[in-house]
T-cell receptor, first 118, second 113 residues
Framework: GAVVSQHPSWVICKSGTSVKIECRSL??????MFWYRQFPKQSLMLMAT?????????EQGVEKDKFLINHASLTLSTLTVTSAHPEDSSFYIC??????????????FGNGTRLTVT | AQSVTQLDSQVPVFEEAPVELRCNYS??????LFWYVQYPNQGLQLLLK??????LVKGINGFEAEFNKSQTSFHLRKPSVHISDTAEYFC???????????FGPGTSLSVIP
């Protein structure tokens, strides 16, 4: 079964509203989580690194005020897309590293969230 | 900083034929290398990884890859592909085994019946 749970799997929202995406590590703790964005037919681009108990680290060009990241516990990180616009429509994927290579893998990905902004 | 190049954006291949998907990386430090597969409208699945040791790495679904440090390559191979192998394949690199992963642009593999 999945070791990283991402919710929701898809969401449709109206322009100007905010959407929250959750990423949970199951059966292991993750002090760090990574958020990626994937546009259609393109690769995954790292948006930010979520750090438990401290501020997230954003990649160059990613708006901190638009993509709010909160890592409140060792198993949960959230990404909130604020004042969403159609250009924010994308596939968002989180990942959590396991330093003990849980299930023989160093990094586990969620199944992604398909965001459509109308 | 690390980067990954996948020279072939699309690879069509007939069923039961062999396939090689090419990946080259650049990095000023030692890296860890991965191949992921993404089926349409789904998340990522780890095919195989190179962390250390033997340069020939075997993964799931009959795939294997060879790490070549001198050529900074990590090409993915399968001796006989199936229709179900049609998917997007991403080569990726990270500085440590649990660091952020940097993805290549991807190669779309289409298996033709």
């Amino acid at each position: 079964g999945a070791v990283v749970s991402q919710h929701p799997s898809w969401v449709i929202c109206k322009s100007g509203t905010s959407v929250k995406i959750e990423c949970r590590s199951l059966d292991f703790q993750a002090t760090t989580m990574f958020w990626y964005r994937q546009f259609p037919k393109q690769s995954l681009m790292l948006m930010a690194t979520s750090n438990e108990g401290s501020k997230a680290t954003y990649e160059q060009g990613v708006e901190k005020d638009k993509f709010l990241i909160n890592h409140a516990s060792l198993t949960l990180s959230t990404l909130t897309v604020t004042s969403a616009h159609p250009e924010d429509s994308s596939f968002y994927i989180c990942s959590a590293p396991s330093t003990h290579h849980f299930r023989n893998s160093p990094l586990h990905f969620g199944n992604g969230t398909r965001l459509t902004v109308t | 900083a690390q980067s990954v190049t996948q020279l072939d954006s699309q690879v069509p291949v007939f069923e039961e034929a062999p396939v090689e998907l090419r990946c080259n990386y650049s990095s000023s430090v030692s890296v860890y290398l991965f191949w992921y597969v993404q089926y349409p409208n789904q998340g990522l699945q780890l095919l195989l990884k190179y962390l250390s040791g033997s340069t020939l790495v075997k993964g799931i679904n009959g795939f294997e890859a060879e790490f070549n440090k001198s050529q900074t390559s990590f090409h993915l191979r399968k001796p006989s592909v199936h229709i179900s192998d049609t998917a997007e394949y991403f080569c990726a690199v990270s500085k440590t085994s649990y660091d952020k992963v940097i993805f290549g642009p991807g190669t779309s593999l289409s298996v033709i019946p």
